[in-house]
């Protein structure tokens, strides 16, 4: 059981034992996954050309992919929130349909469940299963009465569906009010590609986790003519964050008396969208702050130590100043959940 308050900040690098992509690897994903049919095969497991899909299925034309492609490979940027971040463009849409169904792509090949993905060779590196050990519930506990919460980047759903499952096995009777207790502990500052549950069959209502392709019978299992859906929750950083959810995250901050960054860049933009700038400078008062710096590099480092000291009126500043920690053996080698 997790006593203490504790708030861990999900970014894409949290995920990524799982087999979801990088920032950097989704632009690749979206310049290339669209159009060259190895690549699809290759990282989609899928056998046909994604354009020509979309093409049979009266979705968009080559000619609007490719458009949107090429304005991506010469805007320059590694990022694909920071080049939709450009309302000018015109692309944000159309950005935002087109990561809904990519995303969705790696739900229907990523199970966080099964234990082996791309690096991903054994549950040691699995932080949802590594928490989920430390939120045991025995004697008289209920598992809803884990002090657990957490903002997170990632468009995915796959902190939802594992602990929905992993609770449905283990904790039937509680299932109901675990749900309620995810809807209210979990923040997606940038939305997700769509709500997890699906009560009516309609796709507007929401898709279940990993359901859009089926790899052993290779196709599709929605209709792609309503395919528009993934995405339309999705809000990109230009996207002004919505009051109540900085509102929320400012309250689950001051909730909490640990807060964790694993897998996350420290983009300054995102650190503001969640309320830590200058203005809320006492949001880290007293508290212990946590945060994995995996693959940056020495002066990257730095930078992030020093926005937080400037950020930290008090407290304790505890990141992995080397930067050689993956999330699970950093949680292991520097705290007790």
């Not at 990523?110 to 549950?123: A, I, R």
């Not at 528009?228 to 002004?240: A, E, P, T, W, Y």
């Not at 001051?254 to 933009?269: M, P, T």
């Not at 993956?326 to 007790?336: A, P």
């Amino acid at each position: 059981m997790i006593e203490n308050n504790t708030l861990f900040i999900l970014g894409a690098g949290a995920h990524m034992p799982y087999g979801f992509p990088s920032g950097q690897k989704l632009v690749s994903d979206l310049l290339y996954g669209f159009t060259d049919q190895n690549y699809s095969k290759e990282h989609f497991s899928i056998d046909e050309n994604i354009s020509d899909i979309f093409l049979k299925n009266r979705i968009w034309s080559p000619g609007v992919i490719n458009r949107f492609i090429n304005a991506l490979k010469k805007s320059g940027r590694i990022s694909i929130d920071k080049f939709l971040r450009n309302q000018s463009n015109g692309w944000d849409d159309v950005g935002k349909r087109l990561i809904g169904f990519i995303i969705s792509l790696y739900e229907s090949k990523c199970d966080p469940f099964s234990g082996v993905q791309e690096g991903f060779h054994d549950y040691s590196e699995s932080i949802y299963h590594y928490l989920f050990e430390k939120m045991d519930a025995i004697d008289d506990e209920k598992i809803t009465e884990n002090n657990i919460r957490f903002i997170t980047f990632n468009y995915d759903r796959c902190l939802e569906h594992f602990f929905t499952e992993a609770v449905r096995v283990n904790y039937p009777n509680e299932l109901k009010e675990f749900k309620k207790f995810l809807s209210r502990n979990v923040i997606h500052v940038h939305g997700s590609i769509s709500p997890l549950e699906n009560k009516t069959d309609s796709v507007e209502e929401g898709v279940p986790y990993g359901v859009v392709y089926n790899h052993q019978k290779k196709s599709f299992q929605i209709n792609l003519n309503n395919y528009g859906f993934l995405g339309q929750d999705i809000r990109i950083v230009s996207d002004k964050v919505q009051s109540e959810i900085l509102g929320n995250c400012i309250e689950f901050f001051k909730w909490a008396k640990r807060i964790i960054f694993l897998g996350f860049a420290y983009d300054k933009q995102n650190l503001e969208n969640i309320g830590l700038d200058g203005s809320n400078r006492n949001l880290l008062r007293a508290k212990g702050v946590y945060g994995t710096m995996f693959g940056m590099k020495a002066q990257e480092r730095k930078q992030v130590i020093n926005y937080f000291s400037y950020q930290q009126v008090a407290g304790s500043l505890n990141f992995d100043d080397l930067g050689a920690y993956k999330s699970v053996e950093y949680l292991r080698d520097t705290l007790i959940l």
